[in-house]
């Protein structure tokens, strides 16, 4: 399995990028913003994305994006391909997303906001921290690309304050104190984040 940084070669893939986001969002039914294929190609021939194959096969993506003229950087769009699924290729995606994001854009701010626990404990792992969306970019253009996702009313109701996603941030200027403190990791924060997410799903349904 090859994790690596994109390239033109790899623009043949853009369709199964977003058919694989897409189908993704259908299978967790909490909703994932959609992406273009001519948006993945931009991402791909600007150096800013990662990609897995196995050999010549997608097994899964994410893109980095930066905000704020470089103070924030996100990596979204994370995906893994529903037969590579349980193998750890998920974190290895991450973890060089996130590693090449620290080499391009040092200084910033690294965010991201996702529903999906295993994210969640990814970047956890990573140094992120759950935080309010007050505390990310305030970028309308970060929020517009969140029209195409099917909880994006919530997100308008509530004037961004919140939505079902939760945010996570990775501050480079606090990097020693995470750094410090991620050896007394015992669980209780990823304990929290899931107690966060199960009541807002739970308060979701019985408004249905």
Same mark, same amino acid.
């Given at each position: 399995?090859?994790?690596?940084?994109?390239?033109?070669?790899?623009?043949?893939?853009?369709?199964?990028?977003?058919?694989?986001?897409?189908?993704?969002?259908?299978?967790?039914?909490?909703?994932?913003?959609?992406?273009? #294929? /001519?948006?993945? $190609?931009?991402? +791909?021939?600007? =150096?800013? !994305?990662?990609?897995?194959?196995?050999? &010549?096969?997608?097994?899964?993506?994410?893109?980095?994006?930066?905000?704020?003229?470089?103070?924030?950087?996100?990596?979204?769009?994370?995906?893994?391909?529903?037969?590579?699924?349980?193998?750890?290729?998920?974190?290895?995606?991450?973890?060089?997303?996130?590693?090449?994001?620290?080499?391009?854009? #040092? /200084?910033?701010? $690294?965010?991201? +906001?996702?529903? =999906?626990? !295993?994210?969640?404990?990814?970047?956890? &792992?990573?140094?992120?921290?759950?935080?309010?969306?007050?505390?990310?970019?305030?970028?309308?253009?970060?929020?517009?690309?969140?029209?195409?996702?099917?909880?994006?009313?919530?997100?308008?109701?509530?004037?961004?304050?919140?939505?079902?996603?939760?945010?996570?941030?990775?501050?480079?200027?606090?990097? /020693?104190?995470?750094?410090?403190?991620?050896?007394?990791?015992?669980?209780?924060?990823?304990?929290?984040?899931?107690?966060?997410?199960?009541?807002?799903?739970?308060?979701?349904?019985?408004?249905?």
């Amino acid at each position: 399995m090859q994790v690596v940084i994109a390239n033109n070669s790899h623009i043949q893939y853009a369709q199964i990028i977003c058919d694989t986001i897409e189908e993704s969002a259908k299978q967790r039914g909490t909703g994932i913003a959609k992406r273009t #294929p /001519e948006y993945i $190609i931009t991402k +791909i021939q600007n =150096g800013n !994305a990662i990609i897995a194959l196995d050999g &010549d096969k997608f097994a899964g993506f994410c893109y980095i994006e930066n905000w704020g003229h470089g103070k924030y950087v996100a990596n979204s769009g994370l995906i893994v391909v529903s037969d590579y699924r349980g193998q750890g290729l998920a974190t290895a995606i991450k973890s060089k997303t996130f590693e090449y994001s620290r080499e391009k854009f #040092p /200084e910033a701010k $690294i965010f991201g +906001i996702t529903t =999906g626990l !295993a994210v969640m404990k990814i970047n956890y &792992d990573l140094g992120y921290e759950p935080v309010t969306f007050s505390e990310l970019t305030d970028d309308p253009a970060f929020w517009t690309g969140c029209q195409t996702c099917k909880n994006y009313d919530i997100l308008t109701r509530t004037d961004r304050k919140m939505c079902l996603c939760t945010g996570m941030l990775y501050d480079p200027a606090v990097k /020693e104190k995470v750094k410090s403190h991620k050896h007394k990791y015992n669980g209780k924060v990823f304990k929290r984040l899931k107690s966060i997410k199960e009541s807002l799903f739970l308060k979701k349904d019985n408004q249905k």
